[in-house]
């Protein structure tokens, strides 16, 4: 099996091409900088010709259980990094962990021959069969993917949602406005004092624009006296992470990235006069609204233990159907690890509908609109809390 994490894989090419070109102490990782790394992750000196390896360790399935690819697109950018590397490199060698992929190979066979017509570099692309095949034919390789291999399978974190879920599903309600602008006057009745009931059609152009124009003026009227409060849509969880493997680990955190359309993702807080002793373990950084770290209280994991952070919250934006990847990574003294889980964002509306009726309108149209409901309710004078005097059940969601 490849190894679990990118350093252990870059160490691996080092290590097995520093005995393939037989300078097993010239070979060397490239330095990283502001412009990258001109798509070199390891270089070394060949019969006075430079060489590169850029290294692509990837995890063999993707979150929904699929084989993960290595793309042309990915090896074309590479490619094209190697250029600007200086001295001019003699040869380029991709090294994945993936298996074979056979329109890639023939892209790369391609690509190699148009390379060196031109006077650049060969390429040379090597697959996970690669390595099995050459590893064993060199023993300082060998032993070393061995004890590394053994040293790494004892250690194993997981991370999920609740109930060891990978995937959870959140159905913000919003309220979707739907206005009809017409010229046409709406077959309303309109009860008056004396019984009698009459509809709009029943009076002129002016005197129907003026009743429309009062049940408006009336309806703010009532808003501005009981105001409705904005029904925030948040989508709360914990994570779960546990140490399945053998091993203690020691001094650790865990870093999260989240990726996709949404507003902001945060940790709970509290009133420190209300909630004196409230903490959290989940960080917030001060110059992103898409990342978060966990410091857990205890920074010692040991075999089958586990924890669960504190409240996180991700705000989505009004309306938006869409799925959030979270990457997480696990930092610790001597083992990182990193997986991903998914949020699926499936917005739920009550749809409300507005009629407005202007003589000047020569074709009627109709616009939506999405937005957070407003509903009867107060914030509380001592603790800001907001309480509902309707029910959700008032409602109708689809």
């Not at 010709?49 to 360790?57: D, F, H, L, V």
């Not at 003699?90 to 023939?106: F, G, H, N, W």
């Not at 077959?187 to 009076?203: P, Q, R």
Request: proline share 4%; charged share 30%.
């Amino acid at each position: 099996m490849p190894p679990k994490n990118w350093q252990d894989f870059e160490t691996l090419c080092l290590k097995l091409w520093g005995e393939i070109w037989n300078i097993p102490h010239e070979i060397e990782f490239n330095s990283d900088n502001s412009q990258g790394q001109q798509g070199v992750d390891i270089y070394g000196a060949v019969n006075g010709q430079y060489y590169g390896i850029q290294c692509k360790n990837k995890k063999l399935n993707l979150i929904d259980g699929s084989s993960n690819r290595i793309s042309i697109g990915d090896i074309r950018i590479e490619i094209n990094k190697a250029k600007t590397f200086k001295p001019a490199l003699s040869k380029l060698i991709i090294a994945t962990s993936l298996p074979k992929d056979q329109k890639v190979e023939e892209f790369v066979r391609m690509e190699n021959t148009a390379s060196v017509n031109d006077g650049l570099f060969s390429i040379q692309i090597c697959f996970w069969e690669y390595f099995e095949r050459k590893i064993p034919e060199f023993q300082k390789v060998y032993d070393w993917y061995l004890k590394n291999e053994n040293f790494h399978r004892v250690r194993e974190m997981s991370v999920t949602f609740s109930e060891g879920k990978k995937l959870m599903t959140y159905q913000p309600k919003f309220l979707k406005t739907i206005e009809r602008f017409t010229a046409q006057p709406k077959l309303e009745k309109i009860s008056s004092k004396n019984g009698f009931s009459y509809t709009l059609n029943d009076y002129s152009d002016e005197q129907r624009n003026d009743i429309l124009d009062f049940q408006r003026k009336q309806k703010e009227a009532i808003n501005r006296m009981f105001p409705k409060i904005e029904w925030e849509q948040i989508c709360w969880f914990n994570l779960f992470i546990k140490n399945k493997g053998q091993a203690v680990i020691e001094d650790y955190k865990l870093e999260l990235d989240f990726e996709g359309k949404f507003d902001r993702v945060g940790a709970e807080s509290r009133d420190s006069i209300f909630y004196p002793g409230f903490s959290t373990n989940v960080r917030e950084y001060s110059n992103s609204k898409k990342s978060l770290w966990i410091k857990p209280s205890n920074n010692i994991l040991v075999q089958n233990d586990s924890f669960s952070t504190n409240n996180i919250y991700l705000k989505p934006l009004p309306g938006e159907s869409t799925d959030v990847k979270l990457y997480w990574k696990l930092l610790s003294r001597d083992f990182e690890d990193s997986g991903s889980l998914e949020i699926q964002i499936r917005p739920l509306y009550h749809k409300e509908y507005i009629t407005h009726y202007n003589a000047d309108i020569d074709e009627e149209r109709i616009t939506e609109s999405v937005s957070l409901v407003k509903r009867d309710g107060n914030r509380t004078a001592t603790m800001g809390n907001i309480v509902f005097h309707d029910k959700e059940s008032d409602f109708t969601f689809e």
